[in-house]
């Protein structure tokens, strides 16, 4: 079978399928034996086990495989080991496959998210399942003839390629959360519409980065130690392009760049493994506790710069604004790019309108805050009644607080979305 055929196979009525390795199994008689609930195991539905049983470690064990084995009914064609052929005349063509688990916000590009239990089933997100946030078509990236450009002040530059970058500079690790300036958009536009792609609770991931520090690279380029101090920035490009040619671009200011506590990565390995194309192989930059925007992927080069990046993305794009601006009096110009994000939470489990039963209630979420602040406080009371709304609230070691409502921080481009996250249950007898 293909993935596509596997795909279709997504409900009971349809059937459930799912693959693990070059295996396909159709699971639809344990759906309802599953241990978890026949809601867990849907979301592998159509898809790969793999990224879930990351999550739910029991799954690795040689009894649940043999259970799997009496479900088999079939293996993947050996061609789809290849990439397709695509088609020429759409730029999105040549795009890797998803998981079928992701919740689509657009296909073209692709921007998706994972289901919002997931996200606390591990404190890493499987790399299949880790939300993306693409502008552009997918580059196809020939890695034994990718060259990275960095340039330094007075014309110093160097050319690396990844085989150099991995030999040239010590790797290091981060642990990092990335999210999109427009997680939870969607509770913007419902107090009034909004520009963007409508993004539930799952623009945020955390993963675990391996790669070369900016900083080193930096140096090696020239860059002096002490040159974050005056107002310069490092301005990063993409090999994704649109039709014309213009590549995605963002930009941070040196004074980061350069310090060893930001830990600002040009990462080649996500969770120990190759960069997926989807998250930038085969380098991307991770700047930790900074709007995701400025993370750029297929990096083609790096550049000091005494203004930041004149991308469209950071002069004209992910910009926060007061309430009364509105399309006809925005001026992006007069606001400062974001960077570091304002502190985060959000309920994960039980979702929106789910029956939860009497007594004590288990209530998981998210918190998180920019610029590396710890969160010191988070809560969720649960009322006694038999209709309820749980609410969480996250305060960072600044004392920064979510504001209770969206009303006084929505903006026209819906970014910064982050007042109080409200789930509304019903509590069965």
């Given at each position: 079978?293909?993935?596509?055929?596997?795909?279709?196979?997504?409900?009971?009525?349809?059937?459930?399928?799912?693959?693990?390795?070059?295996?396909?199994?159709?699971?639809?008689?344990?759906?309802e034996?599953?241990p978890?609930?026949?809601?867990?195991?849907?979301?592998?539905?159509?898809?790969?086990?793999?990224?879930?049983?990351?999550?739910?470690?029991?799954?690795?064990?040689?009894?649940v495989?043999?259970?799997?084995?009496d479900?088999?009914?079939?293996?993947?064609?050996?061609?789809?080991?290849?990439?397709?052929?695509?088609?020429?005349?759409?730029?999105?063509?040549?795009?890797?496959?998803?998981?079928?688990?992701?919740?689509?916000?657009?296909?073209?590009?692709?921007?998706?998210?994972?289901?919002?239990?997931?996200?606390?089933?591990?404190?890493?997100?499987?790399?299949?399942?880790?939300?993306?946030?693409?502008?552009?078509?997918?580059?196809?990236?020939?890695?034994?003839?990718?060259?990275?450009?960095?340039?330094?002040?007075?014309?110093?530059?160097?050319?690396?390629?990844?085989?150099?970058?991995?030999?040239?500079?010590?790797?290091?690790?981060?642990?990092?959360?990335?999210?999109?300036?427009?997680?939870?958009?969607?509770?913007?536009?419902?107090?009034?519409?909004?520009?963007?792609?409508?993004?539930?609770?799952?623009?945020?991931?955390?993963?675990?980065?391996?790669?070369?520090?900016?900083?080193?690279?930096?140096?090696?380029?020239?860059?002096?130690?002490?040159?974050g101090?005056?107002?310069?920035h490092?301005?990063?490009?993409?090999?994704?392009?649109?039709?014309?040619?213009?590549?995605?671009?963002?930009?941070?200011?040196?004074?980061?760049?350069l310090?060893?506590?930001?830990?600002?990565?040009?990462?080649y390995?996500?969770?120990?493994r190759?960069?997926?194309?989807?998250?930038?192989?085969?380098?991307?930059?991770?700047?930790?506790?900074?709007?995701?925007?400025?993370?750029?992927?297929?990096?083609?080069?790096?550049?000091?710069?005494?203004?930041?990046?004149?991308?469209?993305?950071?002069?004209?794009?992910?910009?926060?604004?007061?309430?009364s601006?509105d399309?006809?009096?925005?001026?992006?110009?007069?606001?400062?790019a974001?960077?570091?994000?304002?502190?985060?939470?959000?309920?994960?489990?039980?979702?929106?309108?789910?029956?939860?039963?009497a007594?004590?209630?288990?209530?998981?979420?998210?918190?998180?805050?920019?610029?590396?602040?710890?969160?010191?406080r988070?809560?969720?009371p649960?009322?006694?009644?038999?209709?309820?709304?749980?609410?969480?609230?996250?305060?960072?070691r600044?004392?920064n607080?979510?504001?209770?409502?969206?009303?006084?921080?929505?903006?026209?481009?819906?970014?910064?979305?982050?007042?109080?996250?409200?789930?509304?249950?019903?509590?069965?007898?």
């Open positions: 079978y293909t993935r596509a055929e596997v795909a279709q196979h997504r409900t009971p009525k349809e059937r459930v399928w799912v693959t693990y390795g070059t295996d396909v199994f159709d699971v639809t008689e344990f759906v034996l599953h978890g609930g026949p809601d867990k195991i849907l979301l592998a539905a159509g898809g790969a086990l793999e990224p879930f049983w990351a999550l739910y470690a029991v799954h690795g064990q040689p009894h495989l043999e259970l799997l084995r479900y088999k009914v079939g293996e993947l064609s050996p061609e789809e080991a290849a990439a397709p052929p695509g088609d020429s005349a759409d730029p999105f063509s040549g795009d890797p496959p998803r998981h079928p688990a992701l919740r689509v916000n657009s296909l073209k590009p692709f921007n998706a998210e994972p289901p919002p239990e997931l996200l606390t089933q591990s404190f890493l997100t499987p790399n299949e399942l880790f939300f993306t946030r693409n502008h552009l078509p997918v580059p196809a990236v020939e890695p034994g003839s990718y060259r990275l450009r960095v340039e330094g002040p007075g014309g110093r530059a160097l050319s690396l390629s990844l085989s150099e970058l991995r030999r040239r500079f010590p790797k290091h690790e981060v642990t990092a959360t990335l999210q999109c300036a427009g997680n939870r958009r969607s509770e913007m536009s419902r107090v009034r519409p909004v520009k963007g792609l409508a993004w539930d609770i799952g623009a945020i991931s955390t993963a675990r980065w391996g790669g070369a520090r900016l900083r080193d690279v930096l140096l090696a380029a020239g860059v002096r130690d002490d040159s101090d005056g107002e310069w490092v301005c990063f490009e993409g090999l994704d392009a649109d039709a014309s040619g213009t590549p995605y671009g963002a930009s941070i200011p040196l004074k980061r760049a310090s060893a506590e930001a830990e600002v990565l040009l990462a390995e996500m969770n120990g190759e960069l997926p194309r989807d998250h930038g192989f085969p380098v991307r930059v991770v700047v930790p506790g900074v709007v995701g925007a400025r993370s750029v992927k297929w990096l083609r080069s790096v550049a000091v710069s005494p203004s930041e990046s004149p991308s469209h993305w950071q002069q004209n794009d992910y910009k926060g604004f007061c309430p601006v399309w006809d009096s925005v001026d992006f110009g007069a606001a400062p974001i960077q570091e994000l304002p502190v985060q939470s959000a309920i994960t489990e039980p979702r929106p309108g789910a029956a939860v039963p007594g004590e209630l288990t209530v998981k979420g998210y918190a998180w805050s920019g610029g590396g602040r710890e969160v010191v988070l809560r969720a649960v009322p006694a009644g038999a209709r309820l709304e749980l609410v969480c609230k996250a305060v960072d600044s004392y607080v979510q504001p209770d409502t969206v009303g006084p921080i929505w903006n026209l481009r819906g970014v910064l979305s982050n007042a109080w996250h409200r789930v509304p249950v019903t509590v069965t007898k």
